[in-house]
């Protein structure tokens, strides 16, 4: 992944799928592109696909905060669509410079244009300028994406795996158990708050940060808590260490470049960091010690999420006090990843071919391996 303030993808992060680095495919296997309009960020991946993962040949990131202030219009913001559909032109330039073809290509978009009364007149904007099809994605299917995207990152010897999802407008948290040698979601839900939002909601103030910080994680609290999911038996398995988070966010990887006090960011090192619950906190008491200008300098968050990392970190250790555990897995991956590995596996339509004398036959292409 590109880091947070948009730089290209670095030659070591270019293997993806959380497999180790295989030989590259040859160029007579198809390329596949996802591209996810998020509340805070646009992004795009397009890879191919290899034995046990993928192997990414081009990525695109860039904050549009699609989302910005919504929660207060109901709407989205006709800077903010000029902000998004702008990034939106340039995927599709990369897309079309590599040919891919609409069946080659996965496009969502959650929270923002979910909730927006005119998401789908964006959505429909953005067909007619760009050729790119969006669809707006359900809470649900954006929670599986993301688990999908991120089950390499299970550890082995856990019996049930958190897997937390912070976007700009939601929060989706799954739960999965251990079932013989895989494991199966028994629970999901999705918060109406991520760092957009919750930001929106909790201006931060000159001074005495620790009780603006105290309120956005209560006000995250309280929204999990609303989702009513109920697990006493996975508590139980967290709480005796049995069981381990996976976070996956720009606000949670942004944590971990401050921990390790990165002076450029590298997926490398953080894609796959095992954090303790005490790290997360001292990572985002540094954060507030930094102040906005402080934070904007830090070459792992930027300008553009100096206002927001605050509110990851928010949703984080809210997370982490309703699911005590003391171990999370920071995850450089996630709903992009999902995308790419579900449309790798699906089975390809077969072509039909045009034969000489005027008649058509088909021409079957089997399924890439993943």
Not at 12 to 39: C, I, K, N, Q, W
Request: net charge positive.
């Amino acid at each position: 992944m590109p880091d947070p303030n948009g730089a290209p993808p670095r030659r070591d992060d270019r293997s993806r799928g959380g497999a180790p680095r295989s030989r590259s495919p040859g160029r007579d296997v198809p390329l596949y592109g996802a591209l996810d309009l998020g509340t805070n960020n646009c992004r795009l991946l397009i890879a191919r696909p290899t034995r046990d993962g993928f192997r990414v040949v081009d990525s695109f990131s860039r904050i549009v905060r699609l989302g910005e202030g919504l929660t207060r219009t109901g709407r989205l913001d006709p800077a903010a669509m000029d902000r998004a559909y702008d990034a939106l032109a340039l995927c599709a330039e990369r897309l079309a410079r590599r040919g891919l073809t609409s069946r080659q290509i996965s496009a969502v978009a959650t929270q923002a244009c979910r909730a927006a009364q005119n998401g789908p007149d964006f959505i429909e904007r953005v067909r007619r300028g760009t050729g790119l099809d969006l669809r707006i994605i359900d809470p649900k299917e954006e929670a599986q994406l993301a688990v999908q995207g991120c089950l390499n990152l299970f550890e082995p010897q856990a019996e049930a795996v958190l897997v937390i999802d912070v976007g700009g407008g939601s929060t989706e948290m799954s739960w999965l158990k251990r079932e013989g040698s895989a494991f199966k979601t028994v629970a999901w839900m999705s918060a109406p708050l991520g760092v957009v939002s919750l930001a929106e909601r909790h201006p931060e103030p000159d001074a005495d940060l620790d009780p603006w910080y105290e309120a956005m994680v209560q006000d995250m609290a309280s929204a999990i808590a609303a989702g009513g999911v109920d697990q006493p038996a996975l508590r139980t398995l967290f709480e005796q260490g049995r069981a381990h988070l996976v976070g996956t966010s720009g606000a949670i990887t942004s944590l971990a470049g401050i921990h390790l006090g990165l002076k450029r960011y590298q997926r490398d090192r953080v894609d796959g960091l095992w954090m303790t619950s005490d790290q997360c906190r001292d990572a985002a008491d540094r954060l507030m010690a930094l102040g906005p200008d402080g934070r904007a300098a830090e070459p792992c968050i930027g300008a553009e999420r100096a206002d927001l990392v605050l509110a990851g970190a928010a949703i984080l250790e809210a997370v982490q006090r309703l699911w005590p555990c003391e171990r999370v897995r920071v995850a450089d991956r996630g709903l992009r990843e999902g995308l790419l590995l579900q449309h790798m596996r699906q089975p390809r339509r077969p072509r039909r071919r045009r034969r000489r004398g005027g008649g058509r036959q088909d021409a079957g292409a089997a399924a890439p391996e993943t």
